[in-house]
């Protein structure tokens, strides 16, 4: 191979224009852009410059007989995320597949079948995973000073937005459980460290066009007893934190713009000692008059990480944005992507991990009961 991926991207919608192509730009010294593809003539041009030199195609079939696209990226609608994957790599493709990777428990089957036949060419695009935020809240957690994890909450309030794309459409395959969704649910499965095995859900068809879900309400346990919240939500117009994390020490709270963390807990050096309860007369006080708790407060600024930060198919300067402008994406999944191909290093997403999404997401939505809207 090449020392630069020569890519194809399956896709020139708002995902393949607006993200893949800038992300793949910020990493111009590894990867080029050799063709694209869209079943629309609009879409194949006014190319982004980064790929304006590509080979413009209108079906997979011609874009996977190209001999000079070594990898394919999947940005099309999500009910052929998984079709366009297998096909890709039986043509001899690498592959890097958006979320949702599967809408069904039998896509992800039948795209399990397929990464067994080709291993090591098919990559899980759960981006999120490498946000600053995240990644800075994860090390708050790791060193120990919130005590035992028992609550993650995880926040996803894009706004009042009254959508009206395909995205909102149920036989689209759209709603926010497609949407959001895979990324809040691998980011909680990351934080819960074990394997779920209690889900409750709800969603709700609020302020969107079309039929689907744009409302979520979803609980996960995991085997160690953390539970995870997560709320996805078009239909606010306040936010709130993007994390927050309770442990029997202390709490740590993302704020909206993904800038900072807030973390107070008890202080290290004091030892609490063990309670019993009174059963009898007891001081008239609220809470525990005989203990004195020092308390640690700080403010953690997020840094930004290795990869770059871009806004709208813009490269930001740091890690901060503000929310209004519209949603943040990190390029970091490149970087692992040619390091995995190109240096043998292990991809950090597993398969298994993707699995477990579509397991999740799909026992979600039969839990929640929710029926779609009806479409006027």
Known sequence: MNRK?????????????????????QNSELFEITAVCDRDPERRKDLPAFAASARTYASLEEILADPDVDLVTI????????????????AGKRVVIEKPIAVSMEQIRELQRAEERFPGRLFLRFNRRFEPAFLCLREVIDSGVLGKISLCKLYRQVGYVRRLDW?????????????????LIDQACQLLGEKVVDIWCDMKHLVAAGDAEDQIKLLLRAANGRVADIEITTTVTMQNSLYEIWGDRGTAVVDPTGSKIRVRYVDPAQKLAKLEAVDGQFPLAY??????????????PVRQTAGHTLQRGHLQQSS????????????????????????????PIRFEDGMEVVRITE????????????LE
């Open 5 to 25: 991926i020569r890519v194809g991207i399956v896709g020139m919608g708002r995902a393949g224009r607006f993200m893949h192509v800038p992300e793949l730009e």
């Open 75 to 90: 940005a099309v609608r999500n009910a052929d995320h998984t079709p366009y994957a297998v096909r890709a790599l039986e």
């Open 167 to 183: 995205q909102t459409l149920v036989k689209n395959k759209g709603g926010m459980l497609n949407n959001w969704g895979p990324h």
């Open 287 to 300: 809470g525990n008059p005989y203990e004195q708790l020092s308390f640690l407060e700080k403010e953690i």
């Open 320 to 347: 901060v944005v503000d929310p209004a402008k519209g949603y943040a994406h990190q390029d970091t999944i490149w970087r692992c992507l040619y390091a995995a191909i190109v240096l043998g290093e292990p991809y």
């Open 363 to 374: 026992e979600a939505r039969r839990i929640s009961g929710f029926v779609p809207a009806p």
